[in-house]
């Protein structure tokens, strides 16, 4: 990696988004990662920035987020506490899956 590059990780926490996002960003094409996989962060910033989705419901969500991290209250928005949820709740289903496996077929 060159002095202005960074790893997808690193671009990743400077974009405030989990590494799977710039992945996905990657293989989309709203990036462009350098030869080497690395990421120029002020191009990619800037290249991210003009692919943004103009529809309603995406500028909203935006909106939503950026008032959210600026007030530190981005945990409460309705879209991270309905992710919490949903992740709390494939856990049960997953734990409830692997004890019905386990009885099925005890060891």
């Known amino acids: 990696m060159t002095d202005e ?17 710039v992945s996905r960003w990657v293989q989309d094409g709203r ?9 120029d962060p002020v191009r990619c910033h800037f290249e991210r920035l003009e692919t943004t989705s103009p529809l309603p419901h995406h ?6 987020f950026e008032l959210g991290k600026s007030t530190g209250d981005v945990e409460t928005t309705p879209a991270a506490a309905l992710s919490g949820a ?8 997953q734990k409830a899956k692997a004890e019905l496996a386990n009885i099925a077929n005890p060891a």
């Open 5 to 21: 590059s960074v790893s997808q990780a690193e671009f990743a926490r400077r974009e405030g988004v989990d590494r799977k996002t």
């Open 31 to 39: 990036i462009t990662p350098n030869q080497d996989g690395s990421i």
């Open 59 to 64: 500028v909203a969500r935006a909106a939503q």
């Open 86 to 93: 949903l992740k709390y709740q494939t856990y049960l289903l």
